[in-house]
């Protein structure tokens, strides 16, 4: 009976410590969102940031794999019309006033031969070989735009949450020290608001670094296509297949 007593006589002088919690102590309502709203004014605006910082992340993934879808595929076609052979001429009239990358190229090289007068010479291929490089270049620029976002947000939303944190914590040391007590009703809410920022910031920098990379091997195969087409435009010029270039193509030039 001795060590029943001694537990029971330990658990009744425990219960005052308790009692003496004011309720105000209690924890809070520890959801995400109720530890948003509890939230400092600081850890809100980080939060909301980084939230931002997500959307425009997922919406750059939209809009780029659509238009590389896009771009890949009729980049595709093109290279496909360009190795069944045919002349430089036929590639420029299929190419018509295409906006795409190849129609571009093929532009490109046509106004580089009737500026030569169709003479097929060692310096007419580079300077079609230069025209084709910038023409790759401006391509390879324009298509890879807005990708540049996905790079910062992941290198910078963790450390942004990082800040929130910091902040948080040293708000709930100011709130022990004001409440005179080490209660972990005191510590915990504080403390978990401040770990959601951090939480946030990865949420927001993990996709980020994911779809930039991802974004980045779609485009390198992008520009390899590009590189293909070059190739097939320079190899009908070495065989002399220029056809009638249409002075027209000059103004049509990009």
Same mark, same amino acid.
């Given at each position: 009976?001795?060590?029943?007593?001694? %537990?029971?006589?330990?658990?009744?002088?425990?219960?005052?410590? *308790?009692?003496?919690?004011?309720?105000?102590?209690?924890?809070?309502?520890?959801?995400?969102?109720?530890? $948003?709203?509890? %939230?400092?004014?600081?850890?809100?605006?980080?939060? #909301?940031?980084? #939230? $931002?910082?997500? *959307?425009?992340?997922?919406?750059?993934?939209? =809009?780029?794999?659509?238009?590389?879808?896009?771009?890949?595929?009729?980049?595709?076609?093109?290279?496909?019309?360009?190795?069944?052979?045919?002349?430089?001429?036929?590639? *420029?009239?299929?190419?018509?006033?295409?906006?795409?990358?190849?129609?571009?190229? #093929?532009?490109?090289?046509?106004?580089?031969?009737? +500026?030569?007068?169709?003479?097929?010479?060692?310096?007419?291929?580079?300077?079609? =070989?230069?025209? *084709?490089?910038?023409?790759? %270049?401006?391509?390879?620029?324009?298509?890879?735009?807005? =990708?540049?976002?996905? %790079?910062?947000?992941?290198? =910078?939303?963790?450390?942004?949450?990082? $800040?929130?944190?910091?902040?948080?914590?040293?708000?709930?040391?100011?709130?022990?020290?004001?409440?005179?007590?080490?209660?972990?009703?005191?510590?915990?809410?504080?403390? !978990?608001? !401040? +770990?959601?920022?951090?939480?946030?910031?990865? $949420?927001?920098?993990?996709?980020?670094?994911?779809?930039?990379?991802?974004?980045?091997?779609?485009?390198?195969?992008?520009?390899?296509?590009?590189?293909?087409?070059?190739?097939?435009?320079?190899? +009908?010029?070495?065989?002399?297949? +220029?056809?009638?270039?249409?002075?027209?193509?000059? @103004?049509? @030039?990009?």
């Amino acid at each position: 009976m001795a060590p029943a007593a001694l %537990a029971f006589g330990s658990i009744c002088l425990s219960q005052p410590a *308790l009692a003496d919690t004011p309720l105000s102590l209690l924890p809070r309502n520890l959801s995400p969102w109720g530890m $948003f709203v509890a %939230a400092d004014i600081v850890v809100k605006a980080v939060m #909301i940031g980084l #939230i $931002f910082a997500s *959307l425009v992340t997922w919406t750059v993934w939209l =809009t780029k794999t659509i238009e590389l879808m896009t771009a890949s595929r009729l980049v595709q076609r093109r290279l496909n019309m360009l190795e069944q052979g045919g002349s430089l001429a036929d590639a *420029l009239r299929t190419s018509g006033d295409g906006r795409d990358a190849v129609a571009q190229l #093929i532009r490109s090289a046509a106004q580089e031969v009737a +500026l030569s007068g169709g003479v097929v010479d060692d310096g007419l291929k580079e300077r079609i =070989t230069l025209r *084709l490089e910038r023409a790759e %270049a401006a391509s390879a620029r324009q298509i890879a735009s807005g =990708t540049g976002i996905l %790079a910062t947000i992941g290198a =910078t939303a963790p450390f942004v949450g990082l $800040f929130g944190t910091v902040w948080g914590i040293m708000n709930s040391f100011i709130g022990i020290s004001e409440a005179h007590t080490t209660n972990l009703a005191v510590v915990a809410p504080g403390i !978990a608001e !401040a +770990l959601l920022t951090t939480a946030v910031g990865l $949420f927001a920098a993990i996709p980020a670094v994911v779809i930039y990379n991802h974004l980045a091997r779609v485009t390198g195969g992008y520009r390899a296509r590009l590189t293909d087409a070059s190739a097939q435009l320079l190899l +009908l010029i070495s065989r002399r297949h +220029l056809g009638d270039i249409p002075p027209s193509s000059l @103004s049509r @030039s990009d």
